[in-house]
């Protein structure tokens, strides 16, 4: 099985390659989008080539009523031209704007499905502890670099599972409950011991440490999924 951190680094590397040749897709394509739609839009000095070629093909036209009616026309195509070249520019940053957008989702994605890569083969493969030690006395433990406050009632049974992970010995919950108690297993509920370890994995706060350091085997019971050589108690 790979370590999780190779293929973190693979996902890394796999989602690095995916948003290069996404963003490369996108520019392309808006790109192939602005060049055919620039090409088919008018020619903005259409309209006074045309109001040209009729002031060239009419010599008979010098009435001042008709001169009036072409400098009009002319104005026309002037202004048509000026409307033109404007919605040209705002064509250009509705692009610019969507490219954007459509990157930044694209990142976005990679980045989602990196981590969940990522939480994924954490769950598979439990929390890397290098050390785990617990302090009853301080009421505290100490995961890696980390340290956690715990209740007495947290500590109690976070030594329980502790001895038991030494002991390689998966408890239920009655059984957690029957050695913090001192009574019988069987005159210990299952849901009592349940609600010892909630309150161990509440008390520990953060809920990826807390839900992969204890975990539950199903029908079985609970185990802390640490190495046995990483557990010092004092």
């Known amino acids: 099985m790979p370590a999780p951190g190779s293929f973190v680094t693979d996902s890394l590397k ?4 995916v948003v290069t040749f996404g963003i490369a897709a996108i520019v392309l394509i808006l790109f192939a ?15 006074n080539a045309r109001v040209e ?3 060239i093909e009419n010599d008979d036209l010098r009435s001042g009523a008709e001169i009036k009616l072409l400098e009009i026309l002319a104005g026309s195509g002037t202004a048509f031209s000026e409307v033109l070249a404007s919605y ?5 940053v509705l692009l610019v704007f969507s490219s954007a957008l459509l990157v930044a989702a694209l990142v976005f994605l990679v980045m989602i499905i990196v981590l969940n890569k990522k939480i994924g083969a954490i769950q598979r493969s439990g929390i890397q502890v290098s050390s785990l030690m617990i302090s009853r006395e ?4 100490y995961i890696n670099d980390l340290e956690f406050s715990l209740t007495e009632a947290a500590i109690e049974t976070l030594s329980v599972l502790a001895e038991a992970r030494l002991d390689d010995e998966v408890m239920t919950g009655a059984q957690i409950e029957a050695v913090i108690s001192g009574r019988s297993e069987l005159d210990c509920e299952e849901a009592a ?25 199903a029908r079985r019971g609970y185990m802390l999924a640490v190495g046995k050589e990483t557990i010092r108690m004092i």
């Open 53 to 55: 070629q009729i002031f």
């Open 138 to 141: 301080a009421r505290a433990v």
């Open 14 to 17: 796999q989602g690095n390659r």
């Open 88 to 92: 040209r520019m705002v064509i250009f």
């Open 33 to 47: 989008a602005a060049l055919v739609l620039f090409l088919n839009l008018p020619d903005a000095n259409a309209f």
């Open 193 to 217: 011991g349940a609600t010892r370890v909630k309150r161990l994995r509440d008390a520990l706060g953060n809920q990826l440490v807390s839900e992969l350091l204890v975990k539950t085997i």
